[in-house]
Structure formats: structure tokens, C-alpha cells
């Protein structure tokens, strides 16, 4: 699915039937003069990468299907492509493509510093002896195999990718993506499908502690209101105003879908039909299959578990804030800037202890905890936007972990960046949201009920012990867990929000310290987050990592404000501040 973004003041339907998405909440649609304009960049694009190929790593037996198209209100267009290599896809082939508001060639940003053809195109495993492979390692029912050109890890092969379902190596029985060597044999790569809020690492760390995750939670007073009864003439669907009582931000609006004149469902036809359902406690990744949550009253929950309606009005609740971030912030209409809602299921599988933003299900699945160390369903308001943040990444540059051990952790600078941004859009959520029950912070996971009162925080992360986060870039971050690793960008976003040094917000004191110890005077929440966006949907392929990510932060502000101003400069000393300099680029490990 193509989306293609015009940052100006009217939109259109995209190229395929999708749409141009742009920043005001006023935005007309279905000009064919944007539609035109699309198709003109996308060609553009395309044959700029063939015509510099030498910068873009494009060859002629390659093709480029389109999945983004950006205009910015200055001109600039980005054209973000996926890639094949003989009719076969490549992993780690994307690029985006930056042209000028003439359409000339204004660079590229690409994944693969090298030519991805590989060395053969003829594979000795047959693809069925991959899926055996598959299937063996991932302890799944293995799908069917499909010959890709893997061009991560610095060199191309032609190799199978599997999908693995119900995987006993994934938590409550998800699914899989294994890589296998079509010429050897090995196995490449076999990761999760989904993006655990919980590592296994921190799982395994909170059991030895002996920690419980037993967020408080109060009962919300149900409102008095009744709901007005319809007009003779009143037609159905329609939408309505009910009142939701949260497990975890008290009582909150909710609006809904009247479907008969008493009778109500948990969706919201002003966010695209955003929905929630019920997973009844079954490991399933097909909402389609979810329990419609219905109502009588358009009352929803009681603010305590015995009430399953209740952990569904915090992830509603928590997805729309989400919507309403992205929408009032960067002008994006949905996870996927393609005009359609986002959806949830809650009550997922049998006593899982997690949360999951699930691309199978293009879902949010939340569970209920085992009962034991996690005692409540993960349904937090920045849990819910550090996990549909992983959406939009998915969406955009796709940043990947660079391996994964036996265990399920994941590793590597592009997957800790991922987190970092979950976290960072995740805590700015809150600040949108800006609710008295759930008061914004940078801090991550401070209503999960831990004895160290967070789960991380972004200025300072080393203070998270639990998964032993970091404040500085050194050359032993590659092979840093991604939770761990993921203090190193969010340090650099904090310190160009907030600056350095001791400072109180609301009811939260900071220290933020910095690597060479000169100080850092903050940019403003506001601008720094329009940076890092920017750069995440422009600049930011799927192994990104962060010396890419300090230049593309630079070019997101100089595109922004100018290469002149305090906030490029400000841009530069902040990642300098956490050690990510021009000057200790490593080595290439793509």
C-alpha cells in the first residue's frame, strides 16, 4: 500500500486509490491535480535512482515499487522505495529517494551500502527443505517459502524467507520471520513478528528480583448521565458521546457507534473507525475474529478488572490519543498516514504477560499478566503510544534489530533506535493527552507499579537498572540489547528538548548529564519532536543506526530551521553530548 503525504494545506487521493495525507484537520480530498502530481514524483524518483546509480546503489536488473511519497510545504519531495533484484524482494534493499521542488535530484538515503546482487541466482535447498528448516528452528507450523536477495550484514545472498506461525519461541504463540541461506543452508535471521513492550531479558530479570508489576488502578464513578433516547427519525449507524471508566486515567469520553437505539459499539467513526475488541483469551492475530465490545448504555467498564469492558477503555482511550498526537502534531492520518483506524485487541491469549504491536494482526494486542509477577493487563496510556509507535516505524524507515539471540532478545543500533522513537513519540502521547490521572513526563512505564518507579526515562536512562540502559554511544552499542540500547537517542532527544542539568517539570525533577560534561540548552519539546519525526519519515531507512541518525536529525533541521540556527547547532551538541560525533563514525557492519 502506497501513501503518499503532501505537507500543504489540501489533499487528494494518492496514487492506487490511496491518499494524500496533509497537516490540517481542513484538508479537501480527491484533486486529480495531486493525484497527477504523485504519479509525476514517483516517476521522477525512480528514474533519478537508475540515472545516479552510483549514489543509490540501484542496478539495471532492479526494480522499485513506491510506499511513501512525501512533499514538504518548502518543495522538497522524498520518495521511499522497497526494491527487487531479478523479481525477487530484498531485504534491506530500501531507499528513499530526495528530489527538489523541480524534481531535480537532491540525494538519497539507502540501506545497503552495497550492490545487492548476489553472488548466484540459483539456490540448492529447495523450498521445501527451507520450510523444514524454518519450522525446526522456530518450533512453528512454517509457511510457504519465498526466494528473497538478502543484502543486510554488508553482502547479498539469495536466500528463503519463511513466516513461522504459532511459534513456541514467541511468547503467547506468535509468529516468526526465519531467513534461510538458499546456497548453505544456515539460517540468517529468525525474529519475532511483533514488538514486545517486555523483553524476555527483563522478564527474566523482574523473576530473579522477585518484582511484581501491580499497577494502582481506581474505580471511576460511572456518570449519572443517561444516554438521550433517539428521535423517531434518528438513523443508524450513527455516532455517539459515551463516558468510558478506565482501569488507569479514571473517566474519559469516549465516542462511539450507535448501531440500533440501544445499542452501542466500541468504535469511533471520527477516527477512521478506530475499534477495540475482546480476544476472549485466545492467542489469536486475526481481529477480524475479536468479540465486538457492545453496549446498552454507551457506558463502558467499571475502573476494575471485574469488568472486562474496563481494560478496553484504556487501550480506546490510549489508541485515539495516539491518532489525535500524530494528526494535531505532524498532520498524519493514522498508524499508516493512509486515512484508516487503528485497532486493538484486549484480553489477548492465556495469562500473557506483554503488550504487542503485531503487523500480522496490524493490531494492538494487550494481556492480562500471569497473575503472578504481572498482576493487571499492560493497557497504559504510553505503553499504548511507545507500541503504536512501532506501527509508524514499521510504516516508515521499517528499523530492524540487527540480530537476535536464543532467547528473544534483540540486539543491534537500528532495533534500539526503534525503541528509542516508541519512547519518545510514546511519552509525548502523554504530554498531547495531557491527563491529571496519567500526568505527562519522559519517563516510560511509571504507572507499571516497579520498585524503581519507571521503566525508563530519557534523561538520565542509565538510572533504568532493570535492563541496564545506557547514557553514551561506544562501540560496544551494536551489541547492546534494544531496550538498553535505546537510552543512547533518547538521552540525545532529551538533552535537545530540555537541555542538560538539573530542571523540574511538573512534578518530575530531572538531572540529564552529558558525556563531555558542557552543557546543552534545549531546543523546546515542540521543535525537537518536529525533528526527530521529520527525520524518522524522510531521512531514516531500516538500518539506520545512530551516527545515520544524528545526520538525519541534522538534515531534518536544516530542512526545518535552517543550517544557520540554534536548532541545527543544537541538533549537533546534543548528539555530541551522548558521544555520537563526525569524528568516531565506526567501521561499516552493514
Known sequence: MLAVAVAVTTAATGLAGTAFAGPSAGETRATTTADAQGTAVVRA????????????????????????????????????????????????????????????????????????????????????????KAAAVAKGDAGTAELVVDARGGASALAYQVQVTDSDTTEAGGSRTVVV???????????????????????????????????????????????????????????????????????????????????????????????????????????????????TTNKWGNGALSSRASAAVDAQYGVIQTLDFYKKTFGRKGIENNGKGARAMVHFGNKVANAFWD????????????????KKPLVVLDVTGHELTHG?????????????????????????????????????????????????????????????????????????????????????????????GSGVSSHAYYLLAEGSGRKKIGAVTYDSPTYDGAAVKGIGRAKATKIFYRALTRYMVSTTDFHDARLATLRAARDLYGRDGVEYKTVDRAWAAVNVTAANVPPAVR
Open 392 to 484: 509508524v516505524v514499521d510504516a516508515t524507515a521499517r528499523l530492524e534489530p540487527t540480530f537476535v539471540d536464543g532467547d528473544g532478545n534483540q540486539y543491534g543500533e537500528p532495533g534500539s533506535l526503534n525503541e528509542s522513537l516508541a519512547d519518545i513519540f510514546g511519552s509525548n502521547v502523554e504530554f498531547s493527552a495531557n491527563n491529571p490521572k496519567n500526568p505527562p513526563n519522559y519517563l516510560v512505564g511509571e504507572k507499571l507499579g516497579l520498585d524503581q518507579k519507571f521503566l525508563r526515562r530519557l534523561d538520565r536512562p542509565s538510572l533504568d537498572v532493570l535492563e541496564g540502559a545506557i547514557d553514551y554511544w561506544s562501540p560496544e552499542t551494536y551489541y547492546t540489547e534494544v531496550h538498553a
Open 45 to 132: 524518483a525512480r528514474a533519478a535512482a537508475f540515472a545516479h546509480a552510483s549514489a543509490t546503489g540501484v542496478g539495471q536488473d532492479d526494480a522499485l515499487q513506491p510506499q511513501d511519497v512525501l512533499i514538504d510545504p518548502e518543495g522538497a519531495r522524498h520518495v521511499r522505495f522497497v526494491r527487487t533484484h531479478q523479481g525477487m524482494p530484498v531485504l534491506g534493499g530500501d531507499l528513499v529517494v530526495h528530489l527538489t521542488k523541480s524534481l531535480a535530484y537532491a540525494g538519497a538515503t539507502r540501506a545497503a551500502d552495497h550492490k545487492v546482487a548476489p553472488a548466484t541466482v540459483r539456490a540448492e535447498l529447495t523450498a521445501a527443505e527451507a520450510e523444514a
Open 359 to 374: 503487523p500480522a494482526c496490524d493490531c494492538m494486542l494487550y494481556g492480562d499478566g500471569d497473575g503472578d509477577m504481572f
Open 181 to 295: 541461506d538458499a546456497v548453505t543452508g544456515k539460517v540468517r535471521s529468525n525474529t519475532p513478528d511483533s514488538d514486545e513492550f517486555l523483553s524476555p531479558g527483563l522478564v527474566d530479570t523482574l523473576r530473579e528480583r522477585g518484582e511484581t508489576l501491580d499497577p494502582a488502578t481506581g474505580i471511576a464513578p460511572l456518570s449519572a448521565r443517561l444516554t438521550a433516547a433517539p428521535s423517531a427519525a434518528a438513523r443508524y449507524p450513527t455516532t455517539a458521546k459515551g463516558t468510558g471508566s478506565s482501569l488507569f486515567v479514571g473517566k474519559v469520553p469516549l465516542t462511539t457507534t450507535r448501531t440500533a437505539a440501544r445499542s452501542y459499539l466500541l468504535k469511533d467513526p471520527t477516527h477512521w473507525g478506530t475499534e477495540t475488541r475482546d480476544a476472549k483469551n485466545k492467542e489469536q492475530e486475526n481481529f477480524a475474529r475479536g468479540t465486538k465490545f457492545t453496549s
